[in-house]
C-alpha cells in the first residue's frame, strides 16, 4: 500500500512527501526535474530518515507511468506536477495545456486502468478569479484570468466530469492560498528558476544581497496601506493538509469536494516586509512601481471547510514563516546547488 506524489521533488512536493513519511505513509514520487533538483530526495531522507521509491519521468510518458503503477500498489494519489508561472503561461499556453492537462489527462487514465480512483489534486486560489468576495469561501464563482489559472479551473472541471461518469472516484481539489516559509531544519526551501515571481523569494533575495530592491506592484489598492493583501500559509501547514485530505479520500468518501488552504487572514506587502525585516534585522529597500495586471487587491481564503470537514488548521504564524524562509535562504544561498547523482536503481 502506497501512496503515489507526482511532482514529488517541488516546493510543495518535497513538504508533502516529508508530512506523509512522518504520518507513517510509505510513498511513490516522480518528478521530471524541469523545475527541482535531485538532490531535495536525498535531504527527504536527511530530514525524515525513511526511505521511498523514486521514478525520474515526466507524466505525458505513458509507458514509463504505467511503470511506476505495475512496480507498485498504489492506493491513492497526490498530484502535484504541473507548470506554475502566471507570466510564462501567458507566453507560452500550449505548453501550459499540453503539461498540467494532457499530463492530468494521462495520470488520471492510469490510475482509471489500474482502479486507483482517490485523488488529490494541487489546485490554486488562481481559480476564484479576480471578482471573488473575502473571506472567499469554497461555493464563490470560478473564474480564470490566465492559461495557468485556466489549467487548473479545467482540471477541476475535467475530474468533476470524471465522477459523473464513474461515482467510485473520491477526488480533493486542494485550492492553495499563497505558501511561503520552508522547513524548520533549513534543509528544504524554495529556490526559484531565475528571478522570483513570487513576494517571498523575492524579498529574501534582496536581504541576501542576490537582488538590489524590492519593487512593491501598486500602493493605491483599497487596502489600508494601499498594497495588496493575500493569504500567507506555512509550507508545512500547507504539506499537512495534503495528510489530511489522504486520509479523506482514504476514508471511503466518495465524490469531488474542493477545499480551501489558507489561513483565514491577510497581510500586506509593507506587512510583509516588515515582518521580514523583524526577522531578518535588516533594512530591506523597496520602491513603488505600477500594478501588476492581473493582481487582486485583496484575496484571503475563508478556511471554515477545512477545519470542519478534514480537521484541519494552519497552526505556523507569520513569524515563524518568515524565520523559517529566511533559515532556508542563509543555509542555502545557492538553492540545493549539489554533485548528487541519481543512484541507478532510483531512474
Ligand atoms: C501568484 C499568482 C497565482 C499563483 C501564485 C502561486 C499572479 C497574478 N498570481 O499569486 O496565480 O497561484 O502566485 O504562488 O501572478 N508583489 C510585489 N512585488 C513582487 C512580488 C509580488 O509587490 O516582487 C505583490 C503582489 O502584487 C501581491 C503579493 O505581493 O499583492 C503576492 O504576490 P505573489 O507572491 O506573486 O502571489 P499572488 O499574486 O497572490
Known amino acids: 500500500?502506497?501512496?503515489?506524489?507526482?511532482?514529488?521533488?517541488?516546493?510543495?512536493?518535497?513538504?508533502?512527501?516529508?508530512?506523509?513519511?512522518?504520518?507513517?505513509?510509505?510513498i511513490v514520487l516522480f518528478d521530471n526535474f524541469s523545475n527541482s533538483q535531485p538532490e531535495v530526495l536525498?535531504?527527504?531522507?536527511?530530514?525524515?530518515?525513511?526511505?521511498l521509491q523514486f521514478y525520474q519521468l515526466d507524466m505525458r510518458d505513458k509507458e514509463r507511468l504505467e511503470k511506476v503503477f505495475m512496480e507498485n500498489r498504489i492506493d491513492a494519489v497526490i498530484h502535484l506536477a504541473g507548470l506554475k508561472a502566471v507570466g510564462e503561461s501567458i507566453h507560452l499556453p500550449l505548453k501550459y495545456y499540453d503539461n498540467n492537462i494532457n499530463g492530468t489527462v494521462t495520470l488520471i487514465e492510469m490510475?482509471?486502468?489500474?482502479?486507483?480512483?482517490?485523488?488529490?489534486?494541487?489546485?490554486?486560489?488562481?481559480?476564484y478569479g479576480l471578482k471573488a468576495q473575502v473571506p472567499i469561501s469554497e461555493s464563490s464563482p470560478l473564474e480564470a484570468t490566465n492559461p495557468y489559472g485556466r489549467s487548473k479551473l479545467m482540471v477541476e472541471e475535467i475530474l468533476r466530469d470524471l465522477y459523473i461518469s464513474d461515482n467510485e472516484w473520491s477526488i480533493i481539489p486542494l485550492?492553495?492560498?499563497?505558501?511561503v516559509g520552508a522547513h524548520q531544519s533549513g534543509r528544504l526551501g524554495e529556490y526559484p528558476?531565475?528571478?522570483?515571481?513570487?513576494?517571498?523569494?523575492?524579498?529574501?533575495?534582496?536581504?541576501?544581497?542576490?537582488?538590489?530592491e524590492m519593487s512593491i506592484f501598486g500602493n493605491n489598492y483599497p487596502?489600508?496601506?494601499?498594497?495588496?493583501?493575500?493569504?500567507?500559509?506555512?509550507?508545512?501547514d500547507l504539506a499537512l493538509g495534503h495528510v489530511k485530505a489522504i486520509e479523506k479520500v482514504m476514508s471511503g468518501v466518495t465524490g469531488v469536494n474542493a477545499y480551501n488552504l489558507?489561513?483565514?487572514?491577510?497581510?500586506?506587502?509593507?506587512?510583509?516586509?516588515?515582518?521580514?525585516?523583524?526577522i531578518i534585522g535588516?533594512?530591506?529597500?523597496?520602491?513603488?512601481?505600477?500594478?501588476?495586471?492581473?493582481d487582486v487587491a485583496i484575496c484571503y481564503a475563508d478556511p471554515t471547510k477545512a477545519k470542519a470537514e478534514l480537521g484541519w488548521e494552519a497552526q505556523k504564524g507569520l513569524e515563524e514563516m518568515c524565520m523559517d524562509a529566511w533559515r532556508w535562504q542563509v543555509n542555502n544561498p545557492n538553492g540545493y546547488e549539489s554533485s548528487f547523482e541519481l543512484e541507478r536503481s532510483w531512474v
Open 282 to 294: 535588516k533594512h530591506i529597500p523597496y520602491s513603488i512601481v505600477d500594478r501588476r495586471p492581473g
Open 111 to 127: 490510475m482509471k486502468k489500474h482502479n486507483v480512483k482517490k485523488l488529490v489534486f494541487s489546485s490554486s486560489a488562481t481559480v
Open 1 to 26: 500500500m502506497a501512496i503515489l506524489i507526482t511532482g514529488g521533488c517541488g516546493f510543495i512536493g518535497a513538504h508533502t512527501s516529508v508530512e506523509m513519511l512522518n504520518a507513517g505513509y510509505d
Open 175 to 179: 485550492r492553495y492560498f499563497n505558501p
Open 262 to 278: 489558507g489561513t483565514g487572514k491577510g497581510y500586506s506587502v509593507l506587512e510583509m516586509i516588515q515582518a521580514f525585516e523583524q
Open 193 to 212: 528558476n531565475g528571478t522570483p515571481n513570487n513576494l517571498a523569494p523575492y524579498i529574501t533575495q534582496v536581504a541576501a544581497g542576490k537582488l538590489r
Open 223 to 236: 487596502t489600508p496601506d494601499g498594497t495588496g493583501i493575500r493569504d500567507y500559509l506555512h509550507v508545512t
Open 42 to 51: 536525498r535531504r527527504i531522507y536527511e530530514v525524515t530518515n525513511e526511505n
